[in-house]
């Protein structure tokens, strides 16, 4: 792909960087709950000048901006270190999955919520057996007077404690095979057959939780893309997901990258050649990580949605992440482990990296099995 800006691109690069100038809401204050309300009410300012849902389109609430100028915003959100919005895995994934699968009265309920931060989404797919083989999932939904009764158990869903609605995957045929027999809801999470239960990181915040649901009830038309076809519906929201991530943090990982380069010169070791030499692969590995994701960018608007490619940006990611993180403790030396400080917070913040959204292992399959067009491994 051409990565010259046109005038228009251009344009709106320019008029993006001068509202952030203006609008920068300020530092994200400490404690979940007040963090939270932070995000929302800058998730709500954001929607009222159109740069939420960015390219969803206009009727359904969205400015439907190209491809290029949300990989932009994405860019210039994280070099303005602008606060996260709030409602991330609405409009990441619930979002344009409805878009993509959901009735006209699904979008016309769901849509703009989303956008306000009004009510807030998460993703029930993993649970204790079936993690990345998201194929075998137990959690069952049972088909009783016009409404669906969901019993089983989900874990690491992110953001559950905040959540209005979760977008949920559950097995309704235990005939078909495996792949054949789910359904997606979206299910209410305020009821009391869905219990919430923190999950604490080795960081000590609790951004994921276990989901135990006991009868919870969905009505038939909280079903999104039919019956049985939960598979198809599940894959389109992975997609998103892992799409969404290059631009925004290919430029997070050079802002980490300069902050890294300080600290190896307050260490003095930054004339020391092996740390030179592991900071300048780092660099590389972040414009790679950058020009991969215009390449996957350049699949999407050829096809209309997020492709594997998406995989490899996530690989990619993870892995210069964790590998900055560690050299910054090289850096440190022997303070590393007993210092409170940002980089002792993100290297144990990165061992998540090749977990969650996907783990290494399967984004390699991925990757080999549908990018390279490698056969299967039996």
Same mark, same amino acid.
């Given at each position: 792909?051409?990565?010259?800006?046109?005038?228009?691109?251009?344009?709106?690069?320019?008029?993006?960087?001068?509202?952030?100038?203006?609008?920068?809401?300020?530092?994200?204050?400490?404690?979940?709950?007040?963090?939270?309300?932070?995000?929302?009410?800058?998730?709500?300012?954001?929607?009222?000048?159109?740069?939420?849902?960015?390219?969803?389109?206009?009727?359904?609430?969205?400015?439907?901006?190209?491809?290029?100028?949300?990989?932009?915003?994405?860019?210039?959100?994280?070099?303005?270190?602008?606060?996260?919005?709030?409602?991330?895995?609405?409009?990441?994934?619930?979002?344009?999955?409805?878009?993509?699968?959901?009735?006209?009265?699904?979008?016309?309920?769901?849509?703009?919520?989303?956008?306000?931060?009004?009510?807030?989404?998460?993703?029930?797919?993993?649970?204790?057996?079936?993690?990345?083989?998201?194929?075998?999932?137990?959690?069952?939904?049972?088909?009783?007077?016009?409404?669906?009764?969901?019993?089983?158990?989900?874990?690491?869903?992110?953001?559950?404690?905040?959540?209005?609605?979760?977008?949920?995957?559950?097995?309704?045929?235990?005939?078909?095979?495996?792949?054949?027999?789910?359904?997606?809801?979206?299910?209410?999470?305020?009821?009391?057959?869905?219990?919430?239960?923190?999950?604490?990181?080795?960081?000590?915040?609790?951004?994921?939780?276990?989901?135990?649901?006991?009868?919870?009830?969905?009505?038939?038309?909280?079903?999104?893309?039919?019956?049985?076809?939960?598979?198809?519906?599940?894959?389109?929201?992975?997609?998103?997901?892992?799409?969404?991530? =290059?631009?925004?943090?290919? @430029?997070?990982?050079? $802002?980490?990258?300069?902050?890294?380069?300080? /600290?190896? %010169?307050? &260490?003095?070791?930054?004339?020391?050649?092996?740390?030179?030499?592991?900071?300048?692969?780092?660099?590389?590995?972040?414009?790679?990580?950058?020009?991969?994701?215009?390449?996957?960018?350049?699949?999407?608007?050829?096809?209309?949605?997020?492709?594997?490619?998406?995989?490899?940006?996530?690989?990619?990611?993870?892995?210069?992440?964790?590998?900055?993180?560690?050299?910054?403790?090289?850096?440190?030396?022997?303070?590393?482990?007993?210092?409170?400080?940002?980089?002792?917070?993100?290297?144990?913040?990165?061992?998540?990296?090749?977990?969650? =959204?996907?783990?290494?292992? @399967?984004?390699?399959? $991925?990757?080999?099995?549908?990018?390279?067009? /490698?056969? %299967?491994? &039996?």
């Amino acid at each position: 792909m051409d990565l010259t800006l046109s005038p228009n691109e251009q344009e709106f690069r320019d008029e993006l960087r001068a509202w952030l100038a203006e609008n920068h809401p300020g530092q994200e204050p400490t404690g979940d709950i007040d963090a939270f309300e932070f995000r929302r009410k800058w998730q709500h300012k954001l929607h009222e000048n159109g740069y939420a849902g960015l390219s969803w389109p206009k009727e359904y609430g969205g400015r439907g901006a190209t491809l290029i100028e949300q990989a932009l915003f994405n860019e210039e959100m994280v070099r303005a270190r602008a606060p996260m919005t709030a409602n991330v895995l609405g409009l990441v994934m619930g979002g344009p999955v409805v878009i993509a699968h959901g009735s006209e009265e699904q979008k016309e309920r769901f849509l703009e919520p989303i956008l306000t931060a009004d009510e807030i989404w998460c993703q029930g797919f993993s649970e204790p057996e079936s993690g990345s083989d998201l194929a075998s999932l137990k959690t069952k939904a049972v088909k009783s007077n016009g409404e669906w009764v969901v019993t089983g158990q989900k874990v690491w869903t992110t953001f559950a404690h905040e959540a209005k609605y979760c977008m949920l995957v559950a097995r309704t045929d235990f005939d078909a095979p495996k792949h054949k027999g789910l359904t997606y809801f979206i299910m209410d999470m305020e009821q009391e057959a869905v219990q919430v239960r923190p999950l604490r990181q080795i960081t000590g915040e609790a951004e994921f939780n276990e989901l135990f649901i006991e009868e919870a009830r969905i009505p038939d038309e909280n079903v999104i893309g039919g019956v049985g076809n939960g598979w198809m519906v599940a894959i389109t929201t992975l997609m998103h997901e892992r799409a969404g991530l =290059g631009f925004g943090s290919a @430029i997070q990982l050079k $802002i980490a990258i300069g902050e890294l380069m300080e /600290l190896a %010169r307050e &260490r003095g070791v930054d004339e020391d050649p092996v740390i030179r030499q592991k900071i300048a692969q780092l660099v590389i590995e972040a414009e790679c990580l950058r020009l991969t994701a215009s390449r996957g960018l350049t699949q999407q608007m050829k096809t209309g949605i997020p492709g594997p490619e998406g995989s490899l940006v996530k690989w990619q990611w993870s892995d210069t992440n964790q590998a900055m993180t560690e050299l910054a403790m090289e850096i440190m030396g022997a303070d590393a482990p007993v210092m409170d400080d940002k980089w002792t917070y993100r290297f144990l913040r990165a061992r998540a990296n090749s977990i969650e =959204g996907g783990t290494t292992e @399967i984004l390699r399959n $991925i990757v080999a099995e549908r990018v390279l067009g /490698l056969p %299967r491994m &039996r």
